[in-house]
């Protein structure tokens, strides 16, 4: 008989057709017993009659002759049972499988959603060869959406060897945003908020931890896709989301028109324009001096930080 990779552990399962000799019949049976080290004999079940010139070869006919070659003879039926289930668990769990070659797949390992699965494919994806493959990403992805850190290591571990994917922007960011971090600490907040490379547009390989972050944050400032910071406190590539309500800049043709404007009514009235200018600082001073007895230091430093990003970004534009 052949492999039924739906019998259970323990199930008996009877020999027909065959027929062995009474109290022996094992002898002649264990033929038809599946060879695959999965099953046992169960034991002798029933009468019957066998073929005296062909055992365990089951006849019809009651004892005596049945032909002219063949006696029949009285004897007994057996049975089997299965014990264990020899297929390897982790490929059961890759390969989501009842039976590989000629062994079966233990239920709990047919299907790489099933709770035993889990270490088996955690361990396996921890392989950065094994991590970007279509059995882990689609696995680790179910995992983080169910807010467990299974993959949490795998992630690190395929970051660390390849930190050149894009993928890996958000687990391993690029110096220059590290800097950023490291200047203003918790005023900018998490990266999981704003860089570029932690968006879910970009896929990114992040940890629970990050995700939890990320779940929670109160609002987007900005989203920066690349930042050159230099030393006189010029700042290039930027790509900024206002979030604010502020209407987009003018165009460049307009803009530049009312700079032209500006710069004929400051030569044609100099005195009204050192006036209005210093009436300007004033303002700034008074501006300044109520953000800095209503608001923390860090938050000005931070909305200063903003208000300087958007100023150079419509500049340069």
Do not use: H
């Given at each position: 008989m052949t492999n039924n990779p739906d019998w259970t552990i323990g199930q008996k399962v009877n020999i027909d057709p065959g027929c062995g000799l009474a109290g022996t019949a094992q002898n002649s049976l264990q033929p038809y017993i599946p060879q695959n080290g999965e099953y046992v004999w169960a034991g002798e079940n029933g009468g019957c009659h066998y073929c005296s010139m062909e055992p365990p070869k089951q006849v019809?006919?009651?004892?005596?002759c049945a032909s002219t070659s063949c006696c029949s003879i009285i004897g007994a039926k057996g049975s089997f049972k299965r014990v264990s289930y020899n297929a390897d668990p982790l490929q059961c769990c890759l390969q989501q499988t009842k039976t590989i070659g000629d062994v079966t797949c233990d239920p709990n390992y047919r299907l790489n959603t099933k709770p035993d699965c889990r270490p088996l494919l955690q361990k396996y994806c921890?392989?950065?060869?094994?991590?970007?493959?279509?059995?882990?990403?689609?696995?680790?992805?179910?995992e983080l959406a169910a807010n467990r850190s299974t993959c949490d290591v795998a992630s690190q571990n395929y970051c660390n060897a390849n930190p050149t994917d894009p993928h890996c922007e958000c687990l391993k960011p690029p110096e220059k945003i590290n800097e950023i971090r490291k200047e203003y600490g918790d005023i900018v907040g998490d990266?999981?908020?704003?860089?570029?490379?932690?968006?879910?547009?970009?896929?990114?390989?992040?940890?629970?931890?990050?995700?939890?972050v990320k779940d929670n944050c109160k609002t987007t400032n900005c989203v920066i896709k690349d930042i050159n910071?230099?030393?006189?406190?010029?700042?290039?590539?930027?790509?900024?989301?206002?979030k604010c309500g502020i209407p987009p800049p003018p165009p460049p043709e307009e803009e530049h028109k009312h700079e032209e404007e500006h710069k004929h009514e400051e030569e044609q009235h100099p005195e009204e324009h050192q006036h209005q200018e210093e009436h300007k600082k004033s303002k700034k001073e008074n501006?300044?001096?109520?953000?800095?007895?209503?608001?923390?230091?860090?938050?000005?430093?931070?909305?200063?930080?903003?208000?300087?990003?958007?100023?150079?970004?419509?500049?340069?534009?």
């Open positions: 019809s006919c009651d004892s005596g921890e392989d950065p060869k094994n991590f970007p493959n279509s059995t882990c990403q689609p696995f680790c992805s179910q990266i999981t908020c704003w860089y570029d490379g932690c968006q879910i547009s970009k896929n990114p390989y992040m940890t629970l931890a990050m995700k939890n910071v230099q030393a006189d406190g010029k700042i290039n590539n930027l790509n900024i989301m206002n501006i300044l001096d109520f953000f800095k007895k209503y608001l923390p230091e860090e938050i000005i430093v931070f909305l200063l930080f903003i208000l300087l990003i958007i100023i150079i970004t419509r500049r340069k534009k």
